[in-house]
């Protein structure tokens, strides 16, 4: 199955079986329906319910951004295998204290362990941030003490925030970022990691499509009418392989560098060029591959936030005790 990434202004409309994206300059792509998980627009995209339609029915979520890459929303197709007890299940752990503060904990507590062995990975290389890996694990020892939702956010934060203040020891050049900062992110390294939040965010999305979950019921992040949260839960966990790691390949190989950006009233963002090279990268990012411990055979990085739903699928119908996706290699 294939994503496809379109960042030029046109038409996206239905062709008989085929799904075709029309440039304003008159050029054409077919997109083939039957191998496409996803669709990514970018720029000005018109299109029509005959499109949206057979999209729905070929079950294929669209995922809109809008000119500075910043995400505005998602087509989400209707779900046809939904499961009534799952739902249940789903809404009862999150609505009842002593079964969400559990799950919660497990995305803290997974997020944190793959941001530590980010540190340890640069550790090993020489990088000194010895301190901020001391300083996270003490924190870390609060995460299965904590008895409420926004405290176990607020220890998230404090560990996030020690752990983005080693970033600049792991950059190999001085980069401008001294803290994370997000409406408008104001620097290179910043507007990187929104925009690449959001691509994980978006892939996550896709991937609960797949499964039976419901995108809208969360358990660390609050749950709201406006968000799919259980992305955002998802997506924590995988932020620190899939976003981090591609953001120090990508500023120590020197491969984005200040020139990708431009500074607006929105704050610092990619240009459509730099767009394009971070979405080369990240769509190979998902694509590769590890040799799973468990099931023995290579998978994806995108399967791997798939296999995470239905680890959570399990969980919840009190087949196996969920345990977060956590980096061992």
């Given at each position: ?7 030029s202004s ?8 085929v ?6 300059d008159?050029?054409k792509?077919d ?8 669709i ?9 319910t005959?499109?949206l ?8 979520p ?18 046809k ?12 752990h ?7 503060i559990?799950?919660a904990?497990?995305?803290?507590d997974?997020?944190?362990t793959?941001?530590?062995r980010?540190?340890?990975y ?21 995460i299965?003490?904590?008895n409420?939702?926004?405290e ?13 203040s080693?970033w600049?020891?792991?950059f ?6 001294k803290?994370?900062v997000?409406r ?7 507007a990187?990691i ?17 499964s ?8 660390l992040h ?7 949260s259980?992305?955002?839960d ?16 990508l ?5 984005i ?18 767009q ?23 998978v994806?990085y995108r ?15 009190d087949?196996?005790e969920?345990e ?6």
């Amino acid at each position: 199955m294939e994503s496809y990434y379109l960042y030029s202004s046109g038409t996206l409309s239905r062709k008989d079986n085929v799904i075709r994206m029309e440039t304003a300059d008159g050029r054409k792509k077919d997109l083939k329906i039957e191998m496409t998980r996803d669709i990514y627009l970018f720029g000005e995209v018109n299109t029509n319910t005959k499109c949206l339609n057979y999209l729905s029915e070929m079950k294929i979520p669209v995922h809109f951004f809008n000119y500075y890459g910043y995400y505005t929303g998602t087509f989400y197709p209707r779900e046809k295998n939904v499961s009534g007890k799952l739902l249940v299940q789903q809404v009862y752990h999150s609505v009842e204290e002593r079964k969400r503060i559990p799950l919660a904990r497990k995305f803290v507590d997974g997020a944190t362990t793959n941001c530590l062995r980010n540190l340890q990975y640069y550790r090993r290389r020489g990088k000194e941030v010895e301190q901020q890996i001391a300083d996270i694990e003490s924190l870390r020892k609060r995460i299965n003490r904590a008895n409420e939702v926004d405290e176990l956010m607020g220890i998230e934060g404090n560990i996030h925030q020690i752990y983005y203040s080693a970033w600049e020891t792991i950059f190999n050049d001085e980069v401008d970022f001294k803290a994370r900062v997000r409406r408008p992110p104001d620097n290179m390294v910043n507007a990187l990691i929104s925009y690449l939040n959001m691509l994980t965010y978006s892939a996550c999305l896709s991937e609960i499509y797949v499964s039976q979950l419901n995108p809208t019921i969360s358990y660390l992040h609050s749950n709201s009418e406006r968000r799919f949260s259980l992305s955002l839960d998802i997506a924590e966990i995988f932020k620190p392989l899939i976003v981090d790691r591609l953001i120090f390949s990508l500023v120590n190989k020197k491969i984005i560098t200040e020139k990708d950006f431009e500074n607006g009233s929105n704050g610092n963002y990619l240009k459509q060029s730099g767009q394009q090279k971070v979405l080369r990268q990240f769509d190979e990012r998902l694509n590769t591959t590890v040799r799973h411990r468990e099931l023995k055979r290579n998978v994806s990085y995108r399967k791997l936030m798939r296999l995470e739903c239905y680890k959570l699928i399990k969980h919840l119908m009190d087949d196996k005790e969920y345990e977060p996706f956590k980096i061992w290699w």
